[in-house]
């Protein structure tokens, strides 16, 4: 069974930055579609950037594009967040999943990932 665990998260202020990891257990990452997504309290689930880890085939939101980097190191299993320029906006419990790709890339949304971590929380404030 896939296990997904997340971590990285903290406090920070704006203009920081922060990396996510997401370490897989179970399966090998490899020909996976894995996906960052974030929910801020009294707000709906957001896609933030997804990754097909077989060809490297990224997609980012606009809210983060050019902050935000995502990567996947197969020899660790572990898929990364690389959080720049940090905004309050950014707040938010920040969950990775895993899904299949679609014709070897990826798409943000949620129901097309079927396993889940249970997520690290990023706080950016001064």
């Known amino acids: 069974q896939l296990q997904l665990v997340e971590s990285g998260g903290g406090l920070v202020q704006p203009g920081g930055s922060l990396r996510l990891s997401c370490a897989a257990s179970?399966?090998?990452?490899?020909?996976?579609?894995i996906g960052w997504f974030r929910q801020a309290p009294g707000k709906e689930r957001e896609g933030v950037s997804c990754?097909?880890?077989?060809?490297?085939?990224?997609n980012y939101a606009d809210s983060v594009k050019g902050r935000f980097t995502i990567s996947y190191d197969n020899a660790k299993n572990t898929v990364y967040l690389q959080m720049n320029s940090l905004k309050p906006e950014d707040t938010a419990v920040y969950y990775c999943?895993?899904?299949?790709?679609?014709?070897?890339?990826?798409?943000?949304?949620?129901?097309?990932?079927?396993?889940w971590g249970q997520g690290t929380q990023v706080t950016v404030s001064s």
């Open positions: 999943a895993a899904g299949s790709p679609i014709f070897r890339q990826c798409v943000l949304r949620a129901q097309h990932f079927g396993s």
């Open positions: 179970g399966y090998t990452l490899d020909y996976y579609a």
């Open positions: 990754i097909s880890t077989s060809n490297g085939f990224t």
